[in-house]
Structures are given as structure tokens and as C-alpha cells.
């Protein structure tokens, strides 16, 4: 890829992430942030009065990365495996509406499929 053309990427995610970032530090509920790379998918439950993170999951995690087949963990079905995971750590710390921060990503693929994963297990956004 060109560095052109990838520096052009990056510069309009981050546009995105600071559009959606507004709207989000206006509510009070807990945010569910996601961020993905190639190879992973991260999900993590932020406190946005102190600050501090609640819970975090990946495809990382031995949990995680347990449950799911040779098929790797980059893809759709390793991102519902994080959203479920995600929600039953929200549930057992008695959370249950969240915002979500897709962090500047499309909500396209594996982040979609790790939001509706997240939302069948119980979470409100």
C-alpha cells in the first residue's frame, strides 16, 4: 500500500473517532470501547467519571482463544466469541446499558458482529 493512500486511512479513522468520541462523552453510562487489528479484536468497559477500566476481553485471552477453532481470530466468529464474553463480565459486575465507541472503526464485520454478540448476551446500547 502507499503511503499515501494509508496515511489518508488513518487520518479519516481518525476523524471518525473523534466525531463519535463527542457524542459519547456527553452520557454517563459505562462505554463498551472497541479497537480490532489484523489478527485480534479487543473489548473493554470503561467508567467515564473515574476514568479507570472495568473489564477487559480479547481474542487474546486464553479464555477466549480456547473456545474458538483453528479458523484463527481474526474473524466474525472470534468477534461474537468477545462480545459474549464481554456482556457476562458486564453482567457479573451488575452492568447492563452501556455506549458503544466502535474507537473510529465502520460498523462493518467485526465490529457489528461483536456488538450483536454483546447485545444477545443481555447488554443495552
Same mark, same amino acid.
Given at each position: 500500500?502507499?503511503?499515501?493512500?494509508?496515511?489518508?486511512?488513518?487520518?479519516?479513522?481518525?476523524?471518525?473517532?473523534?466525531?463519535?468520541?463527542?457524542?459519547?462523552?456527553?452520557?454517563?453510562?459505562?462505554?463498551?470501547?472497541?479497537?480490532?487489528?489484523?489478527? /485480534?479484536?479487543?473489548?473493554?468497559?470503561?467508567?467515564?467519571?473515574?476514568?479507570?477500566?472495568?473489564?477487559? %476481553?480479547? &481474542?487474546?485471552? +486464553?479464555? %477466549?482463544?480456547?473456545?474458538?477453532?483453528?479458523?484463527? &481470530?481474526?474473524? %466474525?466468529? =472470534?468477534? +461474537?466469541?468477545?462480545?459474549?464474553?464481554?456482556?457476562?463480565?458486564? +453482567?457479573?459486575?451488575?452492568?447492563? +446499558?452501556?455506549?458503544?465507541?466502535?474507537?473510529?472503526?465502520?460498523? /462493518?464485520?467485526? %465490529?457489528?458482529?461483536? =456488538?450483536?454478540? =454483546?447485545?444477545?448476551?443481555?447488554?443495552?446500547?
Amino acid at each position: 500500500m502507499q503511503t499515501k493512500n494509508r496515511n489518508e486511512k488513518i487520518r479519516k479513522r481518525q476523524s471518525r473517532r473523534a466525531r463519535v468520541r463527542t457524542s459519547i462523552d456527553r452520557s454517563e453510562r459505562v462505554w463498551l470501547t472497541v479497537y480490532r487489528s489484523a489478527r /485480534h479484536i479487543y473489548a473493554q468497559l470503561d467508567d467515564p467519571e473515574s476514568g479507570k477500566t472495568l473489564a477487559t %476481553v480479547s &481474542t487474546r485471552q +486464553k479464555g %477466549v482463544a480456547g473456545e474458538l477453532s483453528d479458523a484463527g &481470530t481474526g474473524n %466474525v466468529a =472470534a468477534a +461474537k466469541a468477545v462480545g459474549t464474553a464481554i456482556a457476562k463480565v458486564a +453482567k457479573e459486575k451488575d452492568i447492563t +446499558k452501556v455506549v458503544f465507541n466502535r474507537n473510529g472503526f465502520l460498523y /462493518h464485520g467485526r %465490529v457489528k458482529a461483536l =456488538a450483536d454478540a =454483546a447485545r444477545e448476551a443481555g447488554l443495552e446500547f
